[in-house]
């Protein structure tokens, strides 16, 4: 049971490529998240699924697309870097839960991505 | 939205006792207040969750005052390996419409 795994661990890009992350997860979970985190502003929401097939915008999600062609995968594309997308970007998963319960989230290690 | 406020750092010694405050005044009634755990180089780890009175497991306690408007995340006897960054999280689920809100963590520093 290897949980929440992202690749690659590790990108470095230059200005106008795109690539993307890949995110699975192997614990049967509904939803599935994808955060950056950046000095000084703490995690922040890029996009999220509640299903396969579906996606939402979270708080910043200008710059990156999002499939969930299967369940237990969550890609996050970008198709022209920026040096403002260099961050680090998690993936996180969760069970589907009831009323406001959030549930408990698994986070993967965190993909570094660099944009020169 | 209900955001969070948390101290920016704190520190700490070894065997003693920390409370963590998270403050979220204008925290809805659906929302359910969660704390994660984060090392360097390393995704945050769910710590504890609860939506009123107090929550107890085996690595931490969570109390929440009637007014949910703030919640103390309790470490009993902390060690070197409790420094890490403590996340405060308020959010809920509404359908589809899911929102979670992140505090900026508190870096607590646990000395010998």
């Known amino acids: 049971n290897a949980g929440v795994t992202q690749t690659p661990k590790f990108r470095v890009l230059k200005t106008g490529q795109s690539m993307t992350l890949l995110c699975a997860q192997d614990?049967?979970?509904?939803?599935m998240y994808w955060y950056r985190q950046d000095p000084g502003m703490g995690l922040r929401l890029i996009h999220y699924?509640?299903?396969?097939?579906?996606?939402a915008k979270g708080e910043v999600p200008d710059g990156y697309n999002v499939s969930r062609l299967k369940k237990q995968n969550f890609l996050l594309g970008l198709e022209s870097a920026a040096p403002s997308q260099t961050s680090v970007y998690f993936c996180?998963?969760?069970?589907?839960?009831?009323?406001?319960?959030?549930?408990?989230?698994?986070f993967g290690e965190g993909s570094r991505l660099t944009v020169l | 939205l209900a955001k969070t406020t948390q101290p920016i750092s704190m520190d700490s010694y070894e065997g003693q006792e920390v409370n963590i405050t998270c403050s979220h005044n204008?925290?809805?009634?659906?929302?359910?207040i969660t704390w994660y755990q984060q090392f360097p180089s390393q995704g945050p780890r769910f710590i504890i969750q609860?939506?009123?009175?107090?929550v107890t497991n085996e690595v931490a306690s969570l109390f929440i005052p009637a007014d949910r408007k703030s919640s103390t995340l309790s470490l009993p006897r902390v060690s070197l390996s409790d420094t890490a960054v403590y996340y405060c999280?308020?959010?809920?689920?509404?359908?589809?419409?899911?929102?979670?809100?992140w505090g900026l963590g508190t870096s607590l520093a646990v000395n010998p």
């Open positions: 614990m049967n979970h509904e939803y």
């Open positions: 999280l308020v959010g809920a689920q509404a359908g589809n419409n899911r929102k979670l809100i």
């Open positions: 609860g939506y009123k009175t107090k």
């Open positions: 204008n925290i809805a009634t659906n929302d359910y």
């Open positions: 699924s509640v299903g396969e097939g579906t996606t």
């Open positions: 996180a998963s969760s069970y589907r839960t009831s009323g406001g319960n959030t549930g408990e989230l698994f």
